[in-house]
């Protein structure tokens, strides 16, 4: 992983943000606001605690749609046992447990609910939970510690900095490792770090945001290059 390279599209993401070039990110943040204000796991009513959480006027792409999603899906097994939903949460944000069995638990609790979940609704594809979807609850409840996996535009990413050995798709500790790491180079530039402050203005608090800065970096950095 190559700083200069870091520091060299960080110049021409700084121009861009200024310029109002990635004002199509914004509503991430609102998002993100709208998750940290109404995530509550013990709330008696939890299929609309989670509605209220996953809800954007703009785009749905951070949980995979509407429709054939993990939205969706995650709605019916609220629906058929809630209780056991609330579980599954609390599992995978207790941060005393191993991270990588906490998300392997997770995706098999998903698989487990198929039968409840065929017998309510019929058949069921996928639950459409994988690591992509588990970093959004993780980033999203806890963005000063994790970052959005977005694996393709990661390994772009990683190809443009010259990261010396490449990622695999499920070295999602090693994503994590690498972005905390970028975000700990693109917090010192104070000049970002104050044009990011007026681009969030009214709509979150820059300094609770954490890294949505870097998943917002990585898969600018990633597109640029495609």
Known sequence: MKLALINKY?????????????????????ILDNFQKNWNIESKDLAGMYKKCLQSDTSARLWGGSKNSAKEEMLKMIHVDQDFVRIMFR??????????????RFMM?????????VKEFGKRIDHYHDLKVLSFYLSFS???KYCYYDFRKFL???????????PEEFEIL????????????L???????????????GITNPTTSGLLLCYD???????LNE
Do not use: H
Request: hydrophobic share 40%.
């Open 10 to 30: 960080a110049e021409r993401f700084k121009t861009d943000l200024s310029n109002g070039l990635l004002d199509d990110r914004l509503f991430q943040y609102r």
């Open 91 to 104: 599992d995978l944000f207790d941060e005393s447990k191993e991270l990588l069995l906490r998300l392997a």
């Open 109 to 117: 609790y998903c698989k487990d609910m198929d039968s409840k979940v």
């Open 142 to 144: 806890q963005p000063q």
């Open 156 to 166: 772009k990413f990683s190809k443009v900095i010259e990261i010396q050995k490449l």
């Open 174 to 185: 090693r994503f994590f490792k690498i972005t905390n790491s970028v975000f700990g180079i």
């Open 187 to 201: 917090t010192k530039d104070e000049e970002l770090i104050a044009i990011r402050k007026e681009w969030l203005d």
């Open 217 to 223: 970096f990585y898969t600018y950095v990633a597109e």
